[in-house]
């Protein structure tokens, strides 16, 4: 058995059933480099301070130092109550009784709060930089097929053409707006707890400021209560997954449906798909679902979070505890995600005379004929109401507009010219969407030119 | 590199990155002793049909059974895309070239649904078996302070007085609801799927019903769509544990109050508490606050999975397979509680002086001076106001009601009589409250009887 | 201002901004026509056990009668608490100081659980009369097309020919188990709370039975703090409403795909799609996306009631009104959407000429060849992999199977003989599963009939 | 029946169960002043622009202007589609048709985004003012309770002695964060959609920084497919909703468990509590368990726009139109609530002898003993071992450890001295507390003159 860091007034073994019920360690080990660096600057304060000497302080440093040399390496006491005390039985072991000075002006309420917002911080630089090479290699796929022009969709019912291209920037939109959020969130995390104790400060002559320089924190915490009791930054970026994993989840959902048989936009390589146990034919996006299925787990661990927040008074209870599973589970899952997408951006081939073919579909510039007549006076209503007709009509009689002859075209509105024939193609189509933020090629030209340099700075 | 069970069309190795990214196998290798069992049926049903010789059969068998015995016991190959094929490999390195014969008629889709079913159905009976415990647990805990008085409360204000008893046989009746919403998930879980295959079942001559006898479901699943696609069974046993979870937290809540030094009505034995790594003189109930997080675990797990079910369109998509770690994970965090709940009940003491001390607040029998008037003839509404106003009147005097004189009790209401003073104590208080259901003490002891014979049945 | 059902210790006005905030009337409202017939079960009760008068049961009895047949047609007092006080006031008005009898032996506790009890029961009847409704629109949908013959899809990638009625008939099984699950909910609810009175019953004689019965109930709660408490009935009728809604989600995006330019299977009539204010072409299924959308609304229903129940402790505290909202919320929800789907389905057409020439694409059939081969004696996995292999090719070279002569036929695998061909069709595709719960015409045909006789019945 | 914005093609009615269930102005009402404000900078624009003479553009100005000034007066048809419609029509009935030239060069889609930011935008103005004044409440009251000394709690047990006003200002510090949160968010919201069209922009010349600019925004969005696709934001206040009602229930739980009986630390005004209908002695804090059972509505709403977002293909899809209750919902709700609670805090009174009875309690102290013990040489861990045995002595033998003799005291350590017992009490306790964001006076009275500035700055 790993001994405890209380039992004071303990006169009584822990029941086993209740020891394993309330364990960590099989979570929080994750903690164990950030937890080493905190003791290891707690202990240099300790010791600057004189509230321990400096021979025990570096006796401490050296100590954790070599500990944290071994994380991953050695194998943790699996009955240690938490990596904080299998970390500090560890020390114990290799330093002696002045193992037992470190944890002087410090509770483990601050402690655990420390560690998982040093993971937090870590967890969010990551992120951020795995986001970037997904936009990266969205941008270089969208450059490469810059010419591309595909039906966009409302309702999952054609609209109108875009580029390929700018359909892509969209996401890569998103994406930058979540690696905003996630720095927003960092900012927010920043605050060094240590000196909080269980929850109301010390009369130790501690400095914080120290520790908050030396783990490269921007701020103190400035209320021990807040401090041990707050897990806003944890909801914060469970949040932040969140609206990323949506993102995820609908750029999948796209990519799935441009890769069946019907649609056919897409192929994905055989190395990135996978096939059935029974039906020899298949080649399935596997990886795409699991990725639009993700949702689920993260907005699952938000909930998790949520509810068990919920109603707590303060300062510390127990069920914080429970906020580390889902943190952990969730950042690992969209980090692997994050990984797996970047690399699948290169095993997609665009199906370009399939697409080509998709749209010579005329309904496509239905809007082109509206802002045409416009243009030539129309309101917008009898534009809309004509070109309405003109397609109804087509359709039910299976012809084409292109086809009309300008005294056929003349029935539905005197406005037509025959020049009105050049807009029906979805390079004309898409040229003409010259407005700020729309999908005529110049613009995306600048958008990606942009990006690349955003990206690549 | 594990043998995948597909893979003819393909000419180009999986990426090892996808390969770790849609692998299930650190989690369903849970499924390992349903997969083996339900094989086992496959393979004698498919030597009793002449799919396979009689011999293959019995090869197949023998090989599986040999697997089954070392489960848990040999190391599974981590590298394996999930179970079935680890399985699948063991087989064929142990029997050779006729383990590829064991696919037949079967695909993954069908097989996984087959060894979920299994799990779910072994789990709702474990369930109901260690829900059981709890309530006798609870039983016997209420048997043995059968004549305790609690005060009850409403908005967590001192309400009346109840038995200690029939407040704890709240909890039982809960516990009872929720063993039979899991019978009637099980009742829903119980068709077989096999034969299903892909989706669309399979025009080898094989035989459903030998299946479902041999592996002791109740029916066959009656569309070969429905059964590979329907995860209604893993929602609606998270959904029972939802509950169950519910349940769990506000019995502990309960406890979390009646242990603070305010309410003071119990005390837990140390061994089923835990102490705090800063404040010596701590005994903290954190198995209690872990049980009342435990809302949110079950809570996000049940969401995680609707949440990846929505708007799939039919039949098998790859999301599916993120069912898994929730039903698995809140199976076991139910199931745990509910153990570490049980033994908590042999550690609580109840601090008898303290809560009779409670009950002498004579507010608790407003009620009781309420329906006194009204059996002497007041309105309710009557009752209520004159009541209202004696409770004002000595609380605002620090008086209390049974000082009284009668002169000054027919100043509220001639109605009273010096026999009012008798019922202004807890026992006749909850001895007066006679109509069924309620907490008078003979109905109580009779709802403890009929509990006893119902749980040891 | 509305006179309140307490007070009589309160020498304060309530605060206006409290008394809106915690007011419930605007939602509580819908409960009316069950608390009037609650009160007068109730009012009967109380004469039969002369708790007050014949006369005065007489009187309060035809008061409500009176409101009762109003409700609807009056505007309720929208400054009253809540609907109890809102009737409980109307009735004063009408019969005078005799309606504060009412109230005798009863709490507004027990009385809102009675009422939502009742609303709840009446829902779920109400609920499977609509999904038989729809289930019926289904069969007829699947009757009349009842030749037409699909691709299925798994992973969104065409997979094995099907039924479009066996795919149909999925459905159908999933809305089965939903009404079996909400059938048995209603068990669940049929309790009688009333008796239960704040929390511990009541020491006047009354008659529990008879109430009971007045009102159809088929049983007695057993525990007075329970009845308060418990809000596992709506806990429930969500978590059955949240896999209602999954599936017609499900069913909905099935119909959005099949309505896409893309897949085309269906044309849906322009009297249930929407269209665009900008793109005159556009013909939404709009109805479909809000149905899809909806296990938002009854998801975030759930989790809602979910989060307020987590860690409340016994016996009644006031978050419980907050459970009345979700409730009504998803319960509408979900009626309407039954109805629409129900209606939707009479404005499908089949697109036969475009599915049939779906069904042409040889890879469909890729498990009829394996199971041949199989027939012929191949292990699975040898007809595996030569299947898969020939589909490359075929692929490949942009050739049909169908093509190949039986010397090349016979390259992949001796076993091939000419019959091979008579089985690459649609018809004979799904003629051969001929396993129970397949997608064979004569099982499907067998399903069809039982539905209709079970449905009709 | 109201006019539609669509129908060109359409040549049916749309069925009246689809009105109905499509509509979403029972709703979407609430925007209406956003919708005139931007359709008035759009009519500007496109006069400006010579799309539309200047004269329409005048006459549309005025006409919505009119418009403008009766909504919240007239009643909106109830059988338009949306509020846009609604408007739309109103405009022509009263300008005639020159209204259809309104929606040149903008979609419903673009058009509601704009709407939607603009409430958002709002909303978060609105919100941190509320919040303010709620942080203002919290310190006016800290301020007046200054030197008032509370048991801390951590696990609901007594841990140590804080300020009440150290106390309070952990909420403020959480409503620091929630302002900033609010404030992240509306940076990101401030984006102008408009010109985005249906999906892809327009070739109509118009200025979308002068629609920026006359609206007040920010920033324009770059890429119209994003703009319209994009509820980022909407899950971004909700998050933040969900953060702040979580902070919010744990303010109202503190509460209701200081008003309990057993802890008796403060008494709510009359007048913002309610009674019992049945018990005439009860005051129920309703009004904060109303406020805790709110992070379910937010919590729910949350989870709702999740669910629907989840797996949506680009561009727009119908589902988005259910964005819209959960935003309004939680928005309102969170609005509620914090006017209530800052109004509370003005009826709030602090029961001081019963506090001061409480912190007497000895075992707040073991923390400065330890302290004490570890500045006289102790380690961590002795000090810690010595006062837990010291305090269970003295718990088990009834005495307090002011009481012991230097004698008794020296069995434990060595190291105490007569100066222990002048720390044994709570105003030494907090007062010791000197570090940084600790309980000590100082500090405290430091935080409140800085948030003091801060909130009235």
Redesign the interface.
């Known amino acids: 058995m790993a001994k ?12 086993p ?2 020891e394993e ?2 364990s960590s360690i099989s979570y929080d080990k994750k903690l164990a480099c950030f937890d080493i660096k905190g003791s290891i600057a707690h202990a240099k304060m300790l010791g600057k301070c004189k ?1 321990i000497t400096k021979k025990e302080s570096a006796i401490l440093v050296k100590g954790l130092e070599s500990i944290g040399k071994k994380i991953g390496k050695v194998k943790l006491n699996s009955k240690a ?1 938490d990596i ?1 005390t299998a970390i500090a039985n560890l020390l114990r072991s290799k330093v002696g ?2 193992a ?10 601050d402690q655990v709060v420390l560690d998982v917002k040093m993971y937090t911080k870590d967890a969010i630089d990551n992120l951020i930089c795995l986001i970037t090479s997904l936009q990266k290699a969205i941008i270089k796929f969208a450059n490469k097929n810059s010419k591309i022009i595909i039906p ?11 580029l390929l291209s ?2 892509l ?6 994406l930058a ?1 979540d690696k ?2 996630l720095s ?1 969130t960092k900012k ?1 995390t920043d605050f060094m707890p240590l ?12 400095d ?2 120290y520790v908050k320089n030396n783990l490269g924190f921007s701020r ?8 041990v ?2 897990r ?1 930054f944890i ?2 970026l469970l ?1 932040n997954l ?2 990323i994993s ?1 993102h995820l ?2 750029m ?3 990519l ?2 441009w ?5 056919n936009f897409i192929d994905i ?19 795409l ?2 990725i ?6 993260v ?24 906020d580390k ?2 943190l952990f589970n969730s950042t690992e899952t969209i980090n ?2 994050l ?2 997408f970047t ?1 699948l951006f290169k ?1 997609i081939k665009i199906n370009k005379t399939v697409i080509a073919e998709k749209v010579r ?1 005329e ?1 496509l510039f ?3 004929i ?2 045409y007549l ?2 030539k006076g129309s ?4 534009a ?6 003109m ?2 009509d087509t359709l039910d009689k299976g012809r084409k507009i292109s086809d009309l002859t300008l005294k056929e075209l003349k029935k539905y509105s005197g406005k037509f010219e025959k020049s009105v024939k050049s807009i029906l193609n979805a390079w004309a189509s ?1 040229s ?9 090629p110049r ?1 995306v030209k600048r ?1 990606i030119a942009k990006w690349s340099k955003r990206l690549n700075a």
């Open positions: 405890k860091l209380w039992g004071g007034r303990f006169d009584k073994k822990t029941d059933l209740v019920f309330t509230i109550e904080h009784k002045v037992d000075k470190l944890h002087t002006a410090r509770s483990r309420n966009a969709y409302t309702h999952l019912q054609v609209a109108q053409c875009v700018h359909h920037l969209a996401y890569v939109e998103m707006r905003e959020r927003d927010r000196g909080s104790c269980a929850l109301s400060g010390t009369g130790l002559h501690i914080r400021e103190l915490t400035e209320n021990s209560i807040d401090a009791s707050d806003d909801l914060e949040s969140v609206i949506i989840s609908r999948a959902e796209d799935i449906l890769a069946t048989k019907e649609f390589d055989f190395s990135f798909c996978t096939g059935s146990s029974i039906m020899p034919h298949k080649k399935n996006p596997d990886v679902e699991l639009r299925a993700s949702v689920g787990k907005g699952g661990d938000f909930s998790s979070v949520l509810i068990l927040m919920k109603g707590l008074p303060l300062t510390y209870n127990r069920d914080l505890q429970l599973p889902p692997n995600i990984q797996v690399e095993n579909d309904s239905s809007v082109d509206v802002e416009i243009e309101s917008y209503r009898q809309h109401d004509i070109t309405g007709k397609v109804k898409v003409r969407k010259t407005s700020s933020g729309g999908t005529g613009g958008q």
